[in-house]
């Protein structure tokens, strides 16, 4: 079974920066790829950037706008989303999302593994 948990979610001002990660146990992270979403209260769960294990292929949702970064390290087993210029909509819960199938859409239901959550709060 696979094991994924976020990390480095926190305070943050409009315009700052956050690097989220997922790390991952039980399988290898070179077998899945990964997906991150988020949640804000009253919401429903949404993509926000999926990339294939290769990195060849990635789906951002029309509110990255070039925002974000997704990468990952597979030597340790880690993914990680890098934020920048962050406005108060970015704030909400963010989870990170695997799957052995790529499929290209980031929806929640090409997903089976997920974390917990690290909330990402955006305010001055």
Known sequence: QLHLVESGGGL???G???RLS???SGFPLDYFH???FRQAPGK???GVYCGSSSGGSTTAADFVQGRFIISRDNAKNTAYLEMYSLKPED????YCAADRVFRGDCLRDEYDYWGQGTQV???S
Do not use: F, K, M
């Open 91 to 94: 704030t909400a819960i963010y």
């Open 12 to 14: 943050v001002q409009p």
């Open 44 to 46: 429903e769960r949404e």
């Open 16 to 18: 700052g920066s956050l």
């Open 121 to 123: 709060t955006v305010s």
């Open 34 to 36: 990964i997906g991150w």
């Open 22 to 24: 997922c790390v991952a």
